[in-house]
């Protein structure tokens, strides 16, 4: 008899981490369900290299529970390891190997290599099989590591800033080979970025974390909805910022009040009336102005010191 696969690929229950003083991740409950691609973002020191390194093993955690493919993450087997590929942003593999070495490595280590699906990824590079792995551009090196990773042929791709560090040509590469490599059909993605751009290119799910707990989980586009941009004629001042309700970003353009705000509807425009506007206009954001002024409304509030 078949064991039914787990319903999610990871799940987390009140997973915490603390570094001494520091508070990684805060009692952190999260759900990735199995298939597509979900993007992974916050800001520095969200918790999210410290959330891989525990559920990757590398890393204990201080309290809660930690499950990857249904596997407590501590306990993780060589053939549970297999069945998840890891690329990030350091690329790290022996400089001083060729990649036809590296690669023939790669295929005796995985039963579920696919030639395929190396080739398709790597054919967007020009690497050539004699060259070292240490002589590569990073972009290439990226490319590298992504081919190894899917044609392991993982149920999860776990890919965290690969892209950091890499030119505008280069990240264009790297996602092409990534979309066109379908890899979304053969297995779960997940998208660790500061790149909004990829992520409103890849991403079906959009996961936000900040000082290690969850903010946000929901599709790119209805994230997107939650934040509106309003423009306001008010002759004086404008209402005292605390006053403004869901405010995460303020601005005086050309004698304008410029307001994002999360989570409001037309009852705003009423607040903005009651507060002396002679117009309003509400506008769309994008996902790029939506996610990063969350994220810096967020950031930029006091830290609870936790003794
Ligand atoms: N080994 C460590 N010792 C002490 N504190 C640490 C350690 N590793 C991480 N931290 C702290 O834990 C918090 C979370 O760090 P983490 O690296 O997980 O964040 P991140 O979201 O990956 O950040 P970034 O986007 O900058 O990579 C940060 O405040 C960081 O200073």
């Known amino acids: 008899m078949?064991?039914?696969?787990?319903?999610?690929?990871?799940?987390?229950?009140?997973?915490?981490?603390?570094?001494?003083?520091?508070?990684?991740?805060?009692?952190?409950?999260?759900?990735?369900?199995r298939g597509r691609i979900h993007a992974i973002v916050g800001a520095n020191g969200a918790g999210k290299s410290t959330l891989f390194r525990i559920l990757l093993g590398f890393l204990p955690q201080t309290a809660g529970e930690a499950r990857i493919l249904g596997h407590d993450s501590q306990r993780l087997t060589p053939?549970?390891?297999?069945?998840?590929?890891f690329v990030n942003e350091?690329?790290?593999?022996?400089?001083?190997?060729?990649?036809?070495?590296?690669?023939?490595?790669?295929?005796?280590?995985?039963?579920?290599?696919?030639?395929?699906?190396?080739?398709?990824?790597?054919?967007?590079?020009?690497?050539?099989p004699e060259q070292k792995v240490g002589q590569l551009s990073r972009g290439e090196r990226a490319g590298f590591n992504l081919a190894l990773a899917l044609a392991q042929g993982p149920e999860l791709l776990v890919l965290d800033e690969p892209t950091l560090g890499l030119d505008v040509v280069a990240k264009r590469a790297f996602l092409e080979s990534l979309m066109y490599s379908n890899a979304a059909d053969e297995c779960?993605?997940?998208?660790?970025?500061?790149?909004?751009?990829?992520?409103?290119?890849?991403?079906?799910?959009?996961?936000?974390?900040?000082?290690?707990?969850?903010?946000?989980?929901s599709a790119p586009e209805d994230f997107c909805a939650r934040v509106s941009h309003w423009i306001a004629d008010i002759p004086f001042k404008g209402p005292p910022p605390a006053t403004v309700p869901g405010l995460?970003?303020?601005?005086?353009?050309d004698g304008l009040h410029h307001y994002l705000v999360l989570d409001q509807d037309e009852d705003f425009a009423d607040f903005l009336r009651a507060n002396g506007a002679r117009s309003v206009q509400s506008m769309q954001v994008s996902l790029?102005?939506?996610?990063?002024?969350?994220?810096?409304?967020?950031?930029?509030?006091?830290?609870?010191q936790t003794a």
């Not at 690669?103 to 050539?128: C, I, N, T």
């Not at 995460?248 to 353009?253: A, D, I, N």
Request: aromatic share 6%; charged share 30%.
């Open 79 to 85: 053939r549970d390891r297999a069945r998840i590929g």
């Open 90 to 128: 350091e690329h790290t593999l022996p400089g001083w190997m060729r990649v036809s070495a590296v690669k023939d490595m790669h295929r005796r280590q995985y039963p579920r290599w696919s030639e395929a699906a190396f080739e398709g990824v790597l054919g967007h590079y020009h690497v050539l």
């Open 288 to 304: 790029d102005r939506a996610v990063n002024s969350f994220l810096a409304k967020n950031h930029a509030a006091p830290v609870q």
């Open 188 to 217: 779960t993605v997940i998208y660790c970025s500061h790149q909004m751009e990829e992520i409103e290119r890849v991403a079906d799910n959009l996961i936000i974390l900040e000082r290690g707990q969850l903010k946000n989980m």
């Open 248 to 253: 995460l970003e303020m601005q005086r353009l």
């Open 2 to 33: 078949s064991v039914p696969e787990p319903e999610y690929v990871i799940e987390t229950v009140e997973l915490s981490k603390r570094y001494g003083r520091k508070l990684a991740l805060d009692r952190l409950d999260l759900r990735i369900p």
